[in-house]
């Protein structure tokens, strides 16, 4: 819920823009760092969720390292003033080119998702007389439980090595000179809601572990990726996750050898809640069987609903300011893009909404501005702070 005094900051600004609420995004860094650190856990931001410079700053002042998945994410992380010694790179389609960067800034480890992978980046560490620290990304089919497209750690996935080939990837290993094993990593899938979930998992990494240990391997890291979900439906009931409920699953469950850190590669968690999409309705049109309310934002400002039915909450803030609209309306808030499934909602009750109304899309601050697009020649995404307003 906005306040009204927010919303008339809002009146002037030009629609559609990512608002982001700067005081929520340090309280919610705030309370993840407070969980982790008393457990020793190591934090690594995923890129991927959110790049604004601003957001990106706030979480590099707090101390994380980030968890990057392309050589550009790797450039944007040591730019912002990540330390390279806290950077992790994954992804299953890395470039030659990109390895290379990598190297050229010693970050932390590679996150490697292939046997192919590991001969390439012992190749290219060869070449520059580097030795490169890795972690394999290992496939342990736990079912996430969320929705198939952000299930990450299923056989039928293409991420991660499978645990049949692990015999041969030890092997290899044991051939790729310029190459030392730091760490083995897991991410099983995003928007993970049921910890039980996480339970399952610290079960297979305690499996692994003990594999790798028993074949002379000494695993300094266990990475256990990101996936931590938020409330999409309650945005304010539980704007800050219960952090210290989810990293005490793995201090309860995860087995760790003298030595040995648990790393965490979260993204939605952390910058969900403190951003929404503000939109203006441009339409309002009537029908017998369904009334649309036509908004200035599409799926080219926030994707996530047409790529994977995902659900947001929203809000029409102007209704809210003015509190004297008390009836509910159904309508389907759509976008001005040309294609159907460009739409944020179907059967949304709502007050009765008027042309120039001002609308929120609530928790679209992880997998929302960075996947905006030019789409239909759209413009630039818009994004405004909370402190600068
Ligand atoms: N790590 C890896 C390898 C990922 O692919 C992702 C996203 O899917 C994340 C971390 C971040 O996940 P989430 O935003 O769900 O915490």
Request: proline share 3%; charged share 25%; with cysteine.
């Amino acid at each position: 819920m906005f306040e009204p005094d927010r919303v008339n900051a809002f009146t002037p600004q030009e629609t559609p823009f990512y608002y982001y609420d700067i005081a929520l995004l340090e309280r919610t860094l705030d309370a993840a760092r407070q969980a982790a650190d008393p457990m020793g856990f190591h934090v690594h931001y995923a890129l991927k969720a959110n790049f604004n410079d601003r957001l990106l700053e706030c979480v590099r002042a707090m101390g994380f390292g980030a968890d990057c998945v392309s050589g550009n994410e790797v450039r944007k992380a040591i730019e912002t003033g990540f330390d390279p010694g806290k950077i992790v790179f994954a992804g299953v389609g890395k470039s030659d080119k990109e390895i290379t960067f990598a190297l050229s800034k010693d970050i932390f480890a590679f996150n490697v998702e292939s046997i192919q992978e590991l001969e390439v980046i012992d190749a290219l560490a060869a070449a520059d007389g580097k030795k490169a620290r890795v972690a394999l990304r290992i496939n342990p089919n736990v079912d996430a439980h969320t929705h198939q497209y952000i299930t990450t750690g299923l056989d039928e996935n293409k991420f991660g090595i499978a645990h049949w080939e692990l015999t041969e990837a030890i092997e290899t290993l044991r051939r790729c000179l310029h190459i030392e094993l730091v760490g083995i990593h897991f991410h099983v899938g995003s928007q993970i809601t049921d910890l039980n979930v996480f339970k399952s998992l610290c079960v297979k990494v305690n499996e692994l572990n003990n594999w790798f240990d028993e074949r002379g391997f000494r695993i300094k890291v266990l990475n256990v990726g990101g996936g931590l979900g938020v409330d999409y439906h309650e945005p304010d009931a539980q704007s800050i996750p219960d952090f210290k409920a989810y990293f005490s699953v793995f201090d309860e469950f995860l087995e760790r050898k003298p030595g040995q850190e648990v790393h965490f590669e979260l993204g939605r968690a952390l910058v969900s809640q403190c951003g929404s999409l503000v939109s203006r309705v441009l339409y309002v049109k009537n029908g017998i069987k369904k009334n649309f309310l036509i908004i200035d934002a599409g799926m080219t400002e926030l994707m996530r609903p047409a790529l994977y039915q995902a659900y947001h909450r929203i809000e029409n803030l102007t209704a809210q300011a003015d509190g004297d609209r008390d009836d509910v309306v159904h309508y389907d808030v759509v976008g001005p893009i040309c294609e159907s499934s460009d739409c944020f909602g179907k059967e949304v009750p709502l007050p009765t909404t008027f042309r120039g109304d001002l609308i929120a899309i609530r928790t679209a601050g992880a997998y929302g501005e960075v996947m905006a697009s030019r789409y239909n020649l759209r413009q630039e995404i818009r994004y405004v702070y909370s402190d600068l307003l």
